[in-house]
């Protein structure tokens, strides 16, 4: 799968000036310069190099999301940048690393910003753009998912539906690696023998449509394929309730997103004579669970002193502090295993499509359009 060369990267700006950021009312973004502030001690200054847009982006700026930062507040969970320059205290980083945010809420939508060195963690830049860019999201979902809630060995098979979306291709390649056999539902479309063949070049054994799952000639499949002992939901609605109909008894049906927005309806007799478990994953709360414990406080200082995409909800819908922890050793080992599946060969990024800041009106109308499969990773 080819890929767009990386970005040429601008020079981070001069003293004084003031770098972009992005504001919104609503969800309609503007673009806004912001004094950048000062290096302290313990600071660290990034010049941000590629950011994508996830759903959960969206969702935390309509305010329909599990974590939502004080306001004002940058937009964008995830993204690459380089240090520019850091505090007399920081020791963990130097002029010139990688880095990627250690926490979601870090507000990645910019074009530089000074972090907590807390806020912020080294990565080797040895490996693609766009593979740091889409690092610390969906692939540590996808590998989570696939390691934590049941005991899989070579040759089982799992079942995911929204099988094209960013976690959907990271659970397909890791899948594959670790010998696994994957049943991948989409919903139909035109294209849909391209996206097909796309996904089964990543490593997915079978690819089939939300309409041939319902058909009762998948009885049949499963004769020479092993039903299911996990089955990864991001839709919700009918698809989970397909997804439940073909998982083996006493399986696992794991949560991590509602597209369809539609509740999960699991039948009575599911829960008694097949003994499905029904649970969530939401990546924040692994973080916090494998984290020392952290302190609630304020989002760090970068959220309201760099430049950035700031996301202004209704003022009189709540939000959350943002509890900033401290970086997680299971963490970090999780992003080591993550970068040696991405020098091996056996983890690329997803299909992007890379569009400067200044046009980031059209990256946000491509990144709501039904049926996008590539997703859209803004450079700064």
Same mark, same amino acid.
């Given at each position: 799968m080819g890929r767009p060369p990386p970005p040429t990267p601008h020079?981070?700006?001069?003293?004084?000036?003031?770098?972009?950021?992005?504001?919104?009312?609503?969800?309609?973004?503007?673009?806004?310069?912001?004094?950048l502030a000062a290096v302290g001690g313990s600071d660290v200054h990034v010049k941000m190099l590629a950011a994508p847009i996830n759903p959960s982006d969206i969702n935390m700026i309509q305010g329909n999301y599990g974590l939502l930062p004080p306001l004002p507040a940058v937009g964008g969970n995830e993204g690459v940048g380089q240090v520019v320059a850091v505090g007399s205290t920081v020791t963990r980083v130097k002029p010139g690393d990688w880095v990627i945010p250690a926490n979601a809420g870090l507000g990645t939508w910019r074009t530089e910003a000074v972090f907590s060195e807390e806020a912020l963690m080294g990565i080797s830049s040895d490996i693609p753009l766009q593979s740091a860019a889409t690092l610390g999201v969906n692939p540590c979902t996808a590998y989570r998912m696939l390691m934590d809630f049941?005991?899989?060995?070579? /040759?089982?098979? +799992? @079942? *995911?539906? &929204?099988?094209?979306s #960013?976690? /959907?291709?990271? +659970? @397909? *390649?890791? &899948?594959?690696?670790? #010998?696994?056999?994957?049943?991948?539902?989409?919903?139909d479309r035109p294209d849909i023998q391209k996206?097909?063949?796309?996904?089964?070049?990543?490593?997915?054994?079978?690819?089939?449509?939300?309409?041939?799952?319902?058909?009762?000639?998948?009885?049949?499949?499963?004769?020479?394929?092993?039903q299911p002992r996990l089955a990864l939901n991001c839709?919700?609605?009918?698809?989970?309730?397909?997804?439940?109909?073909?998982?083996?008894?006493?399986?696992?049906?794991v949560t991590y997103g509602g597209m369809a927005k539609q509740p999960i309806i699991a039948s009575v007799s599911q829960l008694i004579f097949k003994d499905i478990k029904l649970r969530g994953f939401w990546l924040s709360q692994w973080k916090k669970d494998h984290s020392p414990v952290g302190v609630p406080g304020t989002p760090p200082p970068s959220l309201c002193a760099s430049s950035g995409f700031l996301p202004h909800r209704n003022p009189t819908s709540r939000h959350s502090g943002l509890l900033v922890p401290p970086q997680?050793?299971?963490?970090?080992?999780?992003?080591?295993?993550?970068?040696?599946?991405i020098r091996r060969g056996q983890l690329t990024a997803p299909a992007c499509s890379e569009v400067s800041l200044q046009d980031y009106q059209h990256a946000l109308e491509a990144s709501v359009k039904p049926f996008m499969s590539s997703k859209q990773i803004l450079t700064m």
């Open positions: 020079p981070p700006s001069p003293p004084g000036s003031r770098p972009w950021s992005m504001r919104t009312t609503e969800i309609q973004p503007r673009l806004k310069n912001l004094e049941e005991q899989l060995r070579p /040759g089982d098979s +799992v @079942i *995911q539906n &929204a099988s094209n #960013g976690v /959907g291709q990271a +659970v @397909i *390649q890791i &899948a594959a690696a670790l #010998g696994l056999r994957t049943i991948n539902v989409v919903r996206l097909s063949n796309r996904l089964k070049n990543l490593g997915a054994e079978h690819v089939i449509t939300e309409e041939e799952l319902r058909k009762p000639e998948m009885k049949s499949f499963w004769k020479d394929m092993p839709v919700g609605g009918k698809s989970s309730t397909e997804l439940l109909r073909h998982l083996a008894p006493r399986g696992t049906m997680s050793d299971q963490f970090k080992e999780l992003i080591l295993t993550l970068c040696d599946l």
